[in-house]
């Protein structure tokens, strides 16, 4: 730490020399690194905003995002310098985080003396921009705050119950907020270890685990599933990590019940880039009795669940999910318009996603707003379909989505990954064993198996590119 501390003061003086003053913006393209935190630290004294590039994408796609956020500064990487070097523009420049010569980063930096950098970082100050990933349309830079972070810390330090002699993984990449929070910056704030990966490698983090070199764990749905048929799996003892925890997409009930029977209690969650993220984190002591809630609220986040009309709704009933509380962005940079159409009275955050709350509290994501299909009048949330499609013993998982119908308005149609090894059921043993377990409505008319669907950075199926899969 007292390395790290040193290298960010001088990163906070190379980004003064290289003309950045506050309230500017740095962009970095570049795999999970060290450099990456110290460069976030060091906008922090600097006042200087970060903007995480996608290493994902390319050039053309990342020349329109530089454009919107007016990045003056672009540090990549080697694995991304031949996308980076087309990126040079007028007023923006270039720096290469592993250019070994007298004029590259490493060289500059240890050159210069430290910054100390400001007393103060205000709450409702920017310390940085993610680009939303999208399962619909155009990214948008989401602001994140000092406060957002602070609201975050306590949220998912007190859920998953971070301690500062804990080692956590960073393998999720740092251009999303699971990347940075779930649970690095959390783990850097309080002073523990945090291994980072350039990215996740299910080889890797079996070994991490089975050497007992982790106490908590973090990953998406789509982790879990990689690790759950690792070779490993059935002879590696998860007992060894304290806290495991899940979030970015729902977690099927299939899944949980996997590692469940594993000794590992996998902590379902919820919340958003625009919540900084965390919100929601089941407690362990009720995960296996209400499986499939994401739990309540952390105590610094504040919900409602409401109707078309922003009027509350009652316990056990779908309302859409609004955020306030200390960890909701101001906004979206920028985009004053759309941040307005998004933020209720300025204080909720409304979030496009469908939920209710039992008689205990405890909330259960039913699917987004916008996923939601109604067929011969009633409502269908592709969410319940999913998960009950993903305990299919030939179902890997399993995307829902409506489509036109001149009988019912609209019908389902299944997007389907198999097992490994299993092959597609048929079509009417499918649908004989699905009005097994659901009301005939709500049973999918088409099932199309893919070898993989397209996903964002949290793995969450961008539903809207599904068509174009076939």
Not at 86 to 97: F, H, N, Q, V
Not at 322 to 346: A, D
């Amino acid at each position: 730490y007292r390395a790290m501390h040193e290298r960010t003061g001088r990163t906070a003086s190379l980004l003064e020399a290289c003309g950045i003053a506050a309230g500017e913006r740095v962009a970095v393209l570049c795999r999970n690194r060290v450099e990456f935190f110290e460069l976030l630290f060091a906008c922090a004294r600097t006042g200087a905003l970060l903007v995480p590039l996608n290493w994902r994408m390319p050039r053309a796609e990342l020349d329109p995002l530089l454009e919107d956020c007016g990045a003056r500064l672009v540090l990549f990487g080697s694995e991304d310098a031949a996308v980076a070097a087309g990126l040079e523009r007028p007023g923006r420049a270039l720096l290469g985080l592993d250019d070994g010569s007298a004029s590259g980063f490493s060289a500059r930096r240890d050159a210069l003396p430290e910054k100390p950098g400001r007393t103060a970082w205000a709450a409702s100050d920017a310390w940085y921009l993610l680009y939303t990933s999208g399962t619909t349309g155009q990214p948008k830079a989401v602001i994140q705050t000092y406060g957002m972070a602070l609201a975050n810390y306590v949220n998912i330090s007190q859920a998953m119950g971070l301690r500062a002699d804990d080692t956590t993984v960073c393998f999720l990449p740092l251009f999303h907020t699971g990347g940075i929070n779930l649970t690095a910056l959390p783990a850097l704030l309080m002073g523990a270890r945090v291994l980072i990966t350039p990215a996740f490698d299910p080889d890797r983090t079996m070994q991490l685990i089975a050497a007992g070199r982790l106490d908590t764990f973090f990953g998406v749905p789509a982790v879990y599933q990689a690790i759950s048929l690792h070779p490993d799996f059935d002879r590696a003892d998860l007992r060894r990590v304290r806290c495991w925890a899940c979030g970015g997409a729902p977690l099927p009930d299939e899944l949980f019940n996997r590692f469940q029977g594993k000794g590992a209690t996998v902590l379902n969650g919820m919340g958003m880039t625009e919540t900084g993220p965390t919100v929601f984190l089941m407690d362990i002591e009720n995960a296996a009795r209400k499986v499939g809630s994401v739990g309540k609220p952390q105590l610094m986040s504040a919900v409602r669940l409401v109707d078309a009309n922003g009027n509350d709704v009652a316990r056990e009933e779908t309302g859409e999910v609004w955020f306030g509380g200390l960890g909701v962005t101001p906004g979206y940079f920028g985009k004053p318009q759309i941040t307005q159409g998004s933020i209720v009275e300025g204080t909720w955050l409304r979030s496009g996603d469908l939920a209710r709350k039992d008689e205990d509290g405890y909330y259960y994501i039913v699917g987004r707003v916008k996923d939601m299909y109604i067929s011969g009048g009633e409502n269908i949330y592709p969410a319940e379909v999913e998960n009950q499609m993903a305990s299919h013993p030939d179902i890997l998982e399993a995307a829902v989505v409506g489509i036109a119908d001149a009988r019912w308005g609209e019908v389902g149609c299944a997007y389907l990954l198999l097992r490994p090894g299993h092959k597609f059921p048929g079509e009417t043993p499918l649908t004989a064993w699905l009005r097994a377990h659901l009301a005939a409505y709500k049973v999918p008319k088409q099932f199309i198996v893919l070898q993989e669907f397209p996903r964002t950075a949290a793995g969450k199926v961008q539903k809207h590119l599904l068509r174009n899969s076939v």
